[in-house]
């Protein structure tokens, strides 16, 4: 599917917010754009302006989410940032705890055995969260951490989620990361992403042998919940020279290996 093409067309309208939901649908994207930029954290203006807001009730709503502990202010540069009771509220899933426990474990295991940099990929509507990072190799270029939220088309692990979706949700999952990357960075990566997703379907897994930064390959393959739904992905990230296009088959059945156990995981917590 043509990206910039896609550019040209505006995202689906969402249904008209109910009077009673409104309020509450506007403090969840606020928590979401917050989650986005966990350390460098956010200014009132720029809230505003990436939840299409204005001031005045952004700030009405951020003094509720910090009083009760779901946004914090930094003191040194009155940035906001996500609060504790973000964390906390998690905890109250011991089944999903748990499975990140388990993959934390698997992850450092095949990063080590691997030589590179394993990822593993939530995904959350249109966008993935950084569950797990594990792996020593410096790799200039790589700046997702655990906690990291972007759009699914960024990232060849977000790829190997929307080859598995039908035609109609892959498009409108496209239309959205379009807009947000537009939004975000201009038209400038959309060539570079079009050949990520190109190279991707070629092979019918994800594929990135430099195409958005330059020296940096990476791999992945999706993760299926109970339903046989893609809810996460595992990614394996190295150089060039660590990584080379001959070692496709292999990298594919190790990653395939890590997704199976990861998925037999998501049975046993019934995830």
Not at 78 to 100: D, K, S, T
Not at 192 to 201: I, N, P, T
Request: with cysteine.
């Amino acid at each position: 599917m043509d990206l910039e093409h896609l550019a040209l067309e505006q995202p689906g309208r969402d249904a008209p917010e109910r009077t009673g939901t409104q309020s509450l649908g506007r403090g969840i994207k606020l928590m979401r754009v917050i989650a986005a930029r966990p350390d460098f954290g956010w200014r009132l203006s720029d809230l505003a302006a990436a939840c299409k807001q204005d001031k005045g009730t952004v700030h009405r709503m951020l003094a509720c989410l910090v009083e009760e502990r779901l946004v914090t202010q930094r003191a040194t540069d009155r940035r906001y940032l996500p609060g504790p009771l973000m964390y906390e509220l998690g905890l109250a899933i011991p089944a999903r705890v748990q499975f990140q426990r388990r993959a934390e474990s698997l992850l450092q295991s095949f990063a080590r055995r691997m030589g590179g940099i394993s990822l593993l990929l939530l995904r959350s509507g249109n966008e993935y969260v950084c569950s797990v990072r594990a792996g020593a190799l410096p790799l200039a270029g790589l700046m997702v951490q655990a906690g990291t939220r972007r759009p699914l088309i960024t990232s060849v692990g977000g790829i190997a989620i929307i080859q598995t979706l039908g035609a109609d949700e892959a498009r409108q999952v496209l239309l959205n990361n379009v807009s947000q990357e537009i939004a975000g960075h201009g038209t400038m990566r959309l060539q570079a992403l079009q050949k990520m997703q190109e190279r991707s379907d070629h092979h019918g897994w994800g594929v990135n042998l430099g195409d958005v930064v330059p020296g940096v390959h990476a791999f992945s393959v999706p993760v299926r919940d109970m339903r046989g739904d893609a809810f996460a992905a595992v990614c394996l990230m190295g150089t060039a020279d660590l990584y080379g296009e001959k070692r496709l088959p292999e990298l594919r059945d190790a990653l395939q290996a890590v997704a199976g156990a990861l998925s037999a995981d998501a049975h046993k917590f019934s995830i």
